[in-house]
């Protein structure tokens, strides 16, 4: 007889209220393994490794570890069992440094933070995840703060690493590294459980994989890197899937005979938005010569200028940390410029807050959802409307019912999943998360101009599809979208024009195809030729 797997799950079920989230969940991962859990948002993924790590607790079935019973009171618990999680939302305090972070939870007494700050540089060089122990968390990029988050569960040597969507926030060559780091800690023994919808991903390190569907099992396979196009059939529970939202998962589509497919069909509609954005009397974005210098002085944003007509959509492409970020900032109103102004429909907003932005009709889906998109403790109905909220005012008082009745339909036009309206926004999936915050921008009234930050991040197959869908039909309907995204594949099959954004400077422009991708190349990493 075998040895017991490292985890197994038997019948395990969650229900919150009337939701059913996980039923009849059955699945084993051994020692040394990096199993894939794949699903659409609100499959239940994150509930499923939140029950792993304590968070929740199953209705029914069992877990055991090693084949004796497992059952964790909470976090702390599954952490004194090694069994460590890197949560699809940060779970760091922004005013402490790298160290201090890494010590929280873990050290009681004095602070021996030189001991912890070598910890750190050893774990750092051993898996290439470079980390200033000094950095403040509210300094760092957001792939920084990721690391951040692995390093913190790798200090304390897990049996078993559960890792929930952790290259949403990464750039190509950080998500290389993760999962390089994946490889690494499973040939040393410890079970690696990756969530992703990342195909290319799985391929390349999955040794099993398994589909959550509407929260059970929809299919296993022990040969994944084989059965790509089986497992995409069974997240989304159809055939047919767009070649965008191939291109979000890291898969190239490509015809019958094997030859890379050509464009995405919204590429045909581009001559006759361009030919009305010819005839447009404003555009629905101009940006004049826009500067910014950050609080040492640093340039972040050198002379950015640009225009975008309506029924236009044009990508900003780059490495993340060289500008992008600040010039989203100061679009949405949130960063006043150091230099030069910007309009939207012809309205000068520079230096004007966020309210004046979306009076303007400038609808803004951020990169950070959480620190400036939404308001976690509120109701979904809440977050949905939350630019709308005194149009509900009666006698002084919202009127729930209304609300309710609008959040019903935004929920179902931009498949926003959840209990119901009233459901705390905090308790949603990313990707519903995510899904709310563009439906929102993207109903507001009188809208001209669309700004979508990394707006995909996160999504699964079939919500990568939606949102660039509810993109287009908006840039038909004569919106001028400025999208800006670390998903070069999905920007060339989405946009009209690509500029490509290095230190802070517009390094070139083209058109969005992909026999342009070489040249985007090498603008991202600096080079003019």
């Known amino acids: 007889m075998g040895a017991a797997p490292l985890l197994s799950l038997e019948g395990v079920g969650k229900r919150f209220g009337s939701l059913q989230v996980l039923e009849d969940v059955s699945l084993t991962l051994a020692e040394g393994e990096v199993h894939c859990l794949l699903g659409e948002n609100g499959a239940g993924k994150s509930t499923l490794c939140n029950l792993i790590f304590g968070v929740y607790q199953p209705d029914g079935g069992s877990l055991r570890m090693r084949g004796e019973p497992y059952a964790p009171e909470g976090p702390a618990d599954a952490l004194a069992q090694r069994v460590a999680m890197v949560h699809q939302h940060f779970s760091l305090v922004p005013d402490l440094s790298v160290v201090d972070n890494l010590l929280l ?18 774990l750092s060089q051993r898996y290439g ?6 950095a403040r ?3 760092l990029s957001v792939g920084e703060r990721q690391r951040v988050e692995i390093v913190k569960c ?19 060559d950080e998500i290389a590294a ?3 780091v994946c490889r690494r800690v499973a040939e040393e023994g410890c079970g690696v459980m990756l969530v992703t919808h990342k195909l290319a991903e799985i391929q390349q390190v999955a040794q099993r994989a398994t589909v959550l569907r509407g929260g059970r099992i929809a299919m296993r396979s022990d040969t994944p890197a084989q059965d790509l196009d089986v497992l995409v059939r069974a997240m989304i529970g159809r055939d047919a899937v767009s070649p965008v939202a191939l291109a979000g998962l890291g898969v190239e589509a490509s015809d019958a005979d094997g030859q890379a497919a050509a464009p995405h069909a919204a590429h045909a509609a581009h001559a006759a938005r361009a030919a009305r954005a010819a005839a ?9 010569g826009l500067s910014v210098r950050d609080a040492d002085g640093l340039l972040r944003l050198d002379n950015f200028t640009l225009l975008v007509q309506p029924g236009e959509i044009v990508a900003v492409a780059g490495v993340e940390g060289n500008g992008q970020s600040e010039l989203a900032a100061v679009l949405a109103g949130m960063l006043p410029a150091t230099e030069g102004r910007f309009f939207v429909a012809g309205r000068e907003l520079t230096g004007r807050g966020p309210r004046a932005v979306g009076e303007a009709g400038a609808g803004i889906v951020p990169e950070d959802r959480h620190a400036v998109g939404c308001v976690l403790g509120m109701t979904l109905a809440e977050n949905l409307l939350l630019d709308r909220l005194p149009r509900f005012r009666r006698w002084g008082l919202l009127d729930r019912a209304a609300m309710r009745d609008e959040a019903l339909a935004l929920m179902r036009r931009f498949d926003v999943r959840a209990a119901g309206p009233e459901a705390v926004f905090a308790g949603l999936s990313g990707g519903n998360q995510q899904k709310a915050v563009l439906g929102r921008e993207l109903t507001i009234d009188g809208l001209r101009f669309l700004l979508a930050a990394q707006p995909t991040r996160g999504l699964d197959v079939g919500a990568v599809e939606a949102v660039y869908q509810h993109i287009r039909d908006a840039c038909a309907s004569g919106v001028g979208v400025l999208l800006i995204s670390s998903e070069l594949d999905e920007l060339l099959r989405v946009a009209d024009r690509v500029l490509v954004l290095y230190r802070g400077r517009v390094m070139g422009e083209c058109e969005a195809s992909p026999a342009e991708r070489e040249r985007i190349g090498a603008w991202m990493a600096g080079s003019t030729t």
């Open 178 to 180: 993760l999962l390089q």
């Open 105 to 122: 939870g873990q050290s009681s007494g004095r602070l021996r933070r030189a001991e912890c700050a070598d910890r750190i540089a050893a």
């Open 137 to 139: 968390i509210q300094d």
């Open 154 to 172: 790798l200090m304390r040597e897990p049996a078993l690493l559960v890792l929930d969507e952790p290259t949403a926030v990464l750039l190509p």
């Open 129 to 134: 995840l470079a980390l200033d122990p000094r």
């Open 280 to 288: 447009a009397v404003e555009p629905a974005l101009m940006v004049d």
